[in-house]
């Protein structure tokens, strides 16, 4: 029996000393777009609530990886008996990464500066149902409502609800400071984002000591990224043709699971002709869904006929209305004396819509509709289309959950405006009886549907590719979001 080197018993030697092997809590999240800021009381981005819902901010409740209604800084409520009148009872020795107290006094603020007239926020119409907001005492926040509204603890859960230090909420876009169980760290502008472990948090300390959200926008370079161990997850991966190769590698998990995106090829409904309902429906008609979601998502989705969740018990099948049909878009351009039209597709940089917008144009081409495609960043998409409606067509994915109400806005990038559409949305508010809102919402998503206001492609499915050591990650998406607060590694 030959003896060991000395180097080998010197070093066996080191590693009895060193005991047993430090636990990872270090996690690097890819994704595919920066956000524009980090504030989400003031933006529309699903990438800021992607780094910082849960992680950093909170609201009054929350929502878990189920679509639950968790509490949050309000550790529970009352409802009246009339269900107008909301009492919550909010978290005790709560403070902000900066140190300042959260009271009642900042609910006030968060709430009076959402519903304020200059309110910047994106989903202002959360708030629309409220009459008051007031704090008895520092412990306790009474909401009064307009009329009975049934998904006010949901709504309140969003990002756009999470509450903000007057102090410093005017810097929350470049330094983000909440209340939630991650401090901002660091920003590099295209590069990474990071977050720490937060000392004062007042609940149990999350497993992960850092967490580094890395801007990697290519398909081919998330991949690579991925394979090379230098991220470790993405949880809304951009590659749908490389999810077999991870699937066949044990050094992965693949979790293929949902979302409340609603992919739309997005019209603009105030423009000539996209004005003609003959011509948003010709449109409709010479789009094949299944071939875009075959071309462009490798045959992962779902066709969606109107701007509903397929998850939702509401949901009505309306993908027959308007359904594929070369001839009858044919005709109906003709109907509306249109010859050689040419439309401006603007496309922001994720992969489902740059892919999916290639198939579309090869597909109008068909009918005689020339579409040039103008590839954009996020931040112009946000100014030129969003903010500005400077667009003929776009693609994009709604993340929002429940939000057919967007419809009824008069200022939305759709520039859509039907009366019978907006007064059903006003009744739906009105309604708390579960069957009868789902028949006002089957109702709503015919008529988007017979209107022809976007062509509805897709439920955006969410593809999931992380180290199969990690655990804790969300499989589904119920609202934009990742939740870093459950995430550990099993190692």
């Not at 994704?31 to 910082?52: F, Q, R, S």
């Not at 306790?140 to 999470?162: E, M, S």
């Not at 931040?379 to 993340?399: C, G, M, P, R, S």
Request: proline share 6%; charged share 25%.
């Amino acid at each position: 029996m030959h003896a060991p080197p000395k180097a080998a018993l010197v070093l066996a030697g080191l590693c009895a000393w060193a005991g047993p092997a430090v636990a990872r809590d270090t996690l690097v999240m890819g994704m595919v777009l920066e956000p524009p800021h980090l504030d989400p009381t003031a933006g529309a981005a699903a990438a800021i609530d992607e780094v910082v819902y849960a992680n950093i901010f909170e609201g009054l409740t929350r929502i878990d990886a189920e679509g639950a209604v968790r509490p949050a800084l309000a550790t529970g409520w009352q409802i009246s008996d009339d269900g107008l009148t909301y009492t919550f009872d909010l978290a005790d020795d709560v403070t902000f990464h900066d140190g300042a107290t959260f009271d009642s006094s900042d609910v006030l603020f968060s709430f009076d500066r959402a519903m304020a007239e200059d309110s910047v926020n994106a989903q202002k119409g959360l708030f629309e149902p409220i009459e008051s907001v007031e704090a008895p005492d520092e412990d306790t926040i009474v909401i009064r409502l307009k009329r009975p509204t049934g998904d006010l603890l949901f709504d309140l859960g969003w990002g756009d609800a999470v509450i903000v230090d007057p102090a410093s909420a005017e810097t929350n876009k470049s330094r983000p400071i909440g209340t939630g169980p991650f401090r901002f760290a660091e920003w590099r502008k295209g590069d990474a984002i990071r977050l720490e472990r937060s000392e004062t948090y007042r609940g149990d300390p999350v497993a992960l000591r850092t967490a580094t959200f890395k801007i990697i926008p290519d398909p081919a370079a998330a991949t690579a990224a991925m394979m090379a161990g230098d991220v470790d997850a993405f949880a809304n991966f951009p590659a749908p043709e490389a999810l077999a190769q991870f699937e066949a590698d044990p050094r992965f998990s693949v979790v293929i699971g949902s979302t409340e995106g609603e992919t739309i090829l997005a019209m603009n409904n105030g423009r000539p002709p996209l004005d003609d309902l003959r011509v948003r429906r010709a449109i409709t008609r010479a789009i094949d869904r299944q071939a875009v979601i075959d071309g462009a998502m490798y045959g992962y989705g779902l066709a969606i006929g109107s701007h509903f969740s397929p998850n939702h018990p509401a949901h009505v099948d309306l993908t027959d209305v308007n359904a594929y049909d070369v001839d009858a878009a044919w005709a109906l351009l003709a109907e509306a004396g249109i010859v050689d039209l040419q439309l401006e597709m603007k496309l922001p940089p994720p992969s489902y819509a740059r892919r999916s917008g290639e198939i579309i144009q090869a597909q109008l081409a068909e009918v005689g509709i020339t579409v040039h495609i103008v590839p954009v960043e996020w931040a112009q998409w946000l100014e030129q289309v969003f903010t500005n409606k400077d667009y003929d067509l776009t693609i994009v994915a709604h993340t929002e959950p429940m939000d057919i109400g967007i419809y009824a806005r008069d200022d939305y990038y759709f520039n859509y405006r039907n009366d019978a559409f907006t007064a059903l949305m006003d009744e739906l508010a009105a309604t708390t009886d579960e069957a009868a809102r789902n028949a006002l919402l089957g109702r709503a998503q015919r008529i988007l549907a017979e209107d022809a206001v976007n062509v509805f492609l897709f439920q955006l499915p969410k593809y999931g590719v992380w180290n199969a050591k990690l655990e804790g990650l969300w499989h589904d998406s119920p609202i934009q979001a990742n939740d870093l607060t459950a995430v550990h590694w099993s190692e």
